[in-house]
């Protein structure tokens, strides 16, 4: 079995900052693709932010210059750090990666909360 725990969200104020993480544990040889999503109430999931194993990242244009993805593949664990956040920010943010045992499963997250409000 393979889990990912997210943490690091929370309740901030417009223009400020958070950091997510996503730590990934059970067993598999290797995780691959990995990235981060959010669905806000009333919406379908969107995609967020994706990595490769060798860091090559992809963003959404709503995050574009505001967010950076990031891993530590030694720890199995991926990162957003989520900076100049706005109130259209606010949803849940959920983990998602690729994991191999050496079959391939995919595997969420149970997400975490972001609000930006003042």
């Known amino acids: 079995q393979v889990q990912l725990v997210e943490s690091g969200g929370g309740v901030v104020q417009p223009g400020g900052s958070l950091r997510l993480s996503c730590a990934a544990s059970g067993i598999f040889f290797s995780i691959g693709f990995m990235g981060w999503y959010r669905q806000a109430p009333g919406e379908q999931r969107e995609l967020v932010a994706t990595?490769?194993?060798?860091?090559?990242?992809n963003y959404a244009d709503s995050v574009k210059g505001r967010f950076t993805i990031s891993r530590d593949n030694a720890q199995n664990t991926l990162y957003l750090q989520m900076n100049s956040l706005k109130p259209e920010d606010t949803a849940v943010y959920y983990c998602?990666?690729?994991?191999?045992?050496?079959?391939?499963?995919?595997?969420w997250g149970q997400g975490t909360q972001v609000t930006v409000s003042s």
């Open positions: 990595i490769t194993r060798d860091s090559s990242t």
């Open positions: 998602n990666a690729d994991a191999y045992r050496p079959s391939l499963l995919s595997v």
